[in-house]
């Protein structure tokens, strides 16, 4: 008796790994240092110049309809400051950061770290179907054709999430930071799942944060290629508290307990640019 083998259907043997994401806002988070010791015995005169000339510019950047920056104070020992700046390009957010360079305030700032990343919305539910509509139609991966269909594809996705690619930064009182990996051990590797198994995963996530749509705003940005981690999450709300338990919980889902991995945690409270003067001299505007 013959044992007849019978191949994969070839739409899932021929659905690439990688998902498709599509991008808006270059990020550029700054977070940095005052050098008090050389601020405090400045004359007061010279401070208020000093804090003007920072505060117009900083303005300037809050209102900007092609991008815009944010100031916060820092809260414990990684830095005093953090900027958060929102650009249509990477080349718009090194004019951003020369910019600033040049205020006399930057005499007294010292940098501790930045990050670079690009906002990111992952498209896994729609390359699934993508490639799988694709591949039934006999077109191959990575062909002209194929190229074109994604693009297309890619394309109408960006218009539809142009909002969310392309935010205002979120006027609320707190802010949150920290960059994250996908776990790639020998045991553990995120980049070896299916596509599908990492898709059912990670609409599991999304569900835990669905939950609290009305108290947190989150932004994904994606820095392979950019940055020492893969992804930036920023979370702005109004009650740092919303912070932690969001946090926590999404921990207990797959996705996060098995793959996930953490950098440093970055809060800061908001800081407008015409409350800079005071934020120097000692006192959290209100």
Not at 88 to 106: P, V
Not at 158 to 166: C, T
């Amino acid at each position: 008796m013959t044992t007849r083998h019978h191949p994969r259907p070839q739409a899932a043997a021929e659905i690439p790994a990688v998902p498709l994401t599509t991008e808006g806002y270059s990020v550029l988070h700054q977070m940095m240092r005052m050098r008090w010791a050389a601020w405090r015995p400045l004359p007061q005169a010279e401070k208020s110049a000093i804090a003007s000339e920072a505060a117009a510019v900083l303005s300037a950047m809050e209102k900007s309809g092609a991008g815009q920056s944010a100031l916060y104070s820092l809260i414990g020992h990684k830095g005093d400051l953090m900027l958060i700046h929102f650009r249509e390009s990477f080349a718009d957010l090194n004019q951003a950061e020369l910019k600033l360079a040049g205020l006399r305030l930057s005499d007294y700032l010292e940098p501790t770290t930045s990050y670079l990343s690009i906002i990111e919305l992952g498209l896994y539910e729609s390359t699934v179907k993508a490639y799988k509509a694709l591949a039934e139609r006999g077109i191959e991966p990575h062909s002209e054709d194929w190229k074109r269909e994604i693009a297309e594809t890619l394309a109408r996705q960006k218009e539809a999430m142009r909002p969310r690619l392309y935010p205002e930064i979120p006027p609320n009182r707190y802010a949150c930071f920290y960059p994250m990996d996908r776990r790639r051990g020998e045991d553990k590797n995120w980049y070896t799942l299916p596509i599908e198994e990492r898709a059912r995963q990670m609409y599991e996530h999304g569900l835990v944060g669905r939950r609290y749509a009305g108290e947190v705003k989150q932004i994904i940005t994606g820095s392979i290629g950019f940055d020492d981690w893969e992804w930036g999450v920023d979370l702005f709300a109004d009650d740092p508290l919303v912070f932690k338990k969001l946090i926590y919980e999404m921990r207990f889902d797959e996705v996060s307990a098995v793959y996930a991995l953490f950098g440093q945690f970055y809060v800061g409270v908001r800081v407008p640019a015409a409350a800079l003067e005071k934020l120097l001299s000692g006192e959290l505007p209100k």
